[in-house]
């Protein structure tokens, strides 16, 4: 199991990432548009700069569901390797069975 801290706090993350990302995009649009004049396309990005830090999509990690752990995560079950192994043997996840040869 994981610090309940930190998997709290990749919540709360996750959270403000939702709330932010409208006016981080629009920001982020308004900066990379060339045709704007410079001082408008720098204040965007001053702007952006205020912003929460945690409202960037890259602060999130990506956890297992059950257990929080960071590290070996499979994206398309939102589990860890560990996780994964251990509710597939006991056949939770529909159609995946053990592999022998």
Known sequence: M?????VEKNKRRRKMVAQQAPKREALRAIAR???LPPEERFQAVLKLA???RNGSKVR???????T??????????RLSRVTLRELAST????GMTKSSW
């Open 50 to 52: 205020e912003m929460p």
């Open 33 to 35: 548009d060339r045709t």
């Open 91 to 94: 056949g939770q996840i529909p």
């Open 60 to 66: 999130i990690r990506n956890r297992c569901e059950l």
């Open 2 to 6: 994981a610090k309940k801290s930190s």
């Open 68 to 77: 929080g752990r960071p590290r070996a995560y499979y994206r398309k079950f």
